[in-house]
């Protein structure tokens, strides 16, 4: 009798045991805040209950990791008393592969093995994706070696990420023999492969090993379509896409910007039209797809489009390529109520897009507006600061800009060579020539940057501009590379400001050696001698011109009328309204007269 009333006891208390843990787990994974789990930590802390169980204990630590807390995960990870359960050590790798601490991971997994805990089939490819991601290539071959040793060498999980390691860091041919070794390859595992010779620029032995499949699903044919449309190979990629069978909107999105990327706009178009459902990728396809082939104006009809006949809603990747469309077109109006229509489906403040934001004020001339998103943005990333940066130099403001930069500094991000483009810009603009080359020195000295031919470019601008044609010279002589086209287009300008031929012929000579057909050149230097009044050398130029066959493309200028943009060329007639424009214009030019304006005749000559 007291033996099974002892019995009752033990199981309820069992019982009530496990009923208890199942609430605590309840309650964790309810938590959606960091001060609501903490909270529940007090309150289990404050009425002794014991919640030190291993299952308990990883649900706490998970729930740490996914929301952020990933100090306070591992403050609680190491004061366990019982550490010996692999899914405890799991957990806190996979929060610190969430936030890329992929040399922690590594560090974990060497504490794991310190402590002989055995790893599991979950263990070793958290551990082997940081490896790849940290291209730490020794400590993944010791993660190798651990899977041999502890039974996983053939185990279809683990080897698939050992594949996509030793392939992700160039040695395609280990990966390749782990494949070979795995005693069951499934569909990932060939995937996985056939990425690895793809990634690795060996399209002929994917397509080899494709063939070889035993089993292709959509993910499988995708890729091998899109690795040929990678390679430009579009006749290829379009015969294996009516190959596929089972096509899905993945499918139709994949050959969809496979023609956007070759150029052939015609044909992401026709996919488009006839395609029966369309998702947000499908409508980024065709929108980045006439980004990427300079259609911009093609670029805010489809926009429009989206926003009026689609249930699809822009993501910030949409909204970013039709404010870099905006920039490009000057289309200030339209690129104004993307920001409206931005902050009203809820990206007010989304890095990408206020960077955008940014970028379409600054180009479009309203580098207040640029200074007013940075300012509202509660979070920057680096190419925040080189936008503001670069767009306050380029505007004239190099005194704001290179305060910015103090304060970038000062909070923590590190510069890359685009910032420093900004600065050389700004000490350009103000005339600060020793405080440039202290900063273009800075770049290797202080920032571990090696300078670009765009660097070096700056610095001969800052030179030039500040009359230091010699010195400007002497510079090029001495750059570790030969100087381009846009080096020598700055020295020719500068030289024609400064009045120097003998600097500005050098210049022309250099360019002609770069580009012979480039008739810009050519404009610059008459300009040179028709202000120097040689009549002589400017006839000659002349003539030079004419011989070279060089013929200066008419300048294309846009304008926004009517929710639509119209380009037009000097004495262009093609505008249904041609006649009415240029009676508002010989008005314009009229006013302009009695307001005392009178045309350069050297500028309207070298315009011809």
Partial sequence: MASSIAKVGVNLASDISITLEQTLISLIRSCKTPNHLLQL????????IDYKSHITSSHFVSKCCELKLINHARQVFDRLPERSHTSLWNV????????????????????MMKENVKPNCYTLPVVMKSCCKAFALREGEQVHSVAIKTGFKSNTYVGTNLIEFYSGG???TRAYRVFTEMVLRNVVSWTAMINGYVANGDLVSAKRLFDLAPERDVVLWSRIVSAHAEAGDMVEAKRLFNLMPGKDLMSYNTLLNGYAKNGDVEGFERIFENMEDRNIFSWNGLIGGYAHNGRFVEVLSAFKRMVRESDVQPNDATLVSVLAACARLGSLDFGKWVHKYAERSGYKGNVYVCNGLMDMYAKCGLVECSIDVFK??????????????????????????????????????????????GILCACSHMGLVKEGLDHFHSMSDEHSIEPQIEHYGCVVDLLARGGLLEQAFEFVRKMPMEADGVVWTALLAASRVHKKIEFAELSLKKLIEIDRENPANYVMLSNVYGEARKWEDLARLKVAMRDTGSKKVPGLSSI???DEIVEFYCFDERHSKTEEIYCALRGLTKLLRLCGYGADPMELESGT
């Fill in 41 to 48: 930590q007090s309150q289990i802390i404050t009425s002794a």
């Fill in 92 to 111: 806190m790798s996979k929060g610190y592969l969430q936030i890329h601490a992929y040399n922690e991971v590594m560090v974990l997994f060497t504490d």
């Fill in 170 to 172: 160039g040695h395609v």
């Fill in 376 to 421: 509202s943005m509660d979070k920057k990333d680096l190419i925040s600061w080189n936008t503001i940066i670069n767009a306050l130099a380029v505007h004239g403001h190099g005194a704001d800009a290179l305060e910015i930069f103090g304060e970038m500094k000062s909070s923590g991000e590190k510069p890359d060579g685009i910032t420093f483009i």
């Fill in 560 to 562: 926004q009328t009517d």
